[in-house]
């Protein structure tokens, strides 16, 4: 193979590898991308507005109420912080968005607003108060 012949393959080979690299790490942020739709401009607690939407869409009788049989008490703070601590509830809330599921007997999905303050307050490093 000339030395001409192998610049060739080697340009092929390098630029087809940089599109490889280019489109897996586009296809991997998206999800990201999604749930950081707005900035966090207010700081958000657990207390003052977390708790209200957890309360509706989450911890309502038959579901994350402590009696239903689901996993997680989101009644109080603490049960809510141990499925945020080992990343439970950002993947199920946030990045798969399958909770509240459709099937609830409440709310079946959460609004882009409550996303975000949600996103915010993980972020945020989840206040109480």
């Known amino acids: 193979m000339s030395v001409k012949q192998k610049r060739t393959t080697f340009t ?3 630029l087809g590898n940089c599109l490889l690299i ?4 586009s296809g991997c942020s998206y999800d990201k991308i999604e749930i950081e739709q ?3 401009i207010e700081t958000y607690t657990f207390n003052d507005h ?3 939407i957890i309360s509706r869409n989450c911890s309502y009788p038959g579901c994350h109420d402590g009696a239903s049989g689901n996993p997680g008490n989101f009644i109080f703070y603490s049960g809510v912080v141990s499925r945020v601590t080992n990343g439970q509830f950002a993947d199920r809330v946030l990045n798969q968005r399958d909770m509240p599921p459709s099937n609830a007997s409440g709310p079946t999905e959460l609004t882009d607003s409550e996303i975000n303050e949600l996103n915010c307050w993980i972020k945020q490093g989840y206040p109480e108060e």
């Open 50 to 52: 977390i708790g209200e």
């Open 22 to 25: 280019i489109s897996l790490s």
């Open 12 to 14: 092929i080979l390098f």
């Open 38 to 40: 707005e900035a966090c």
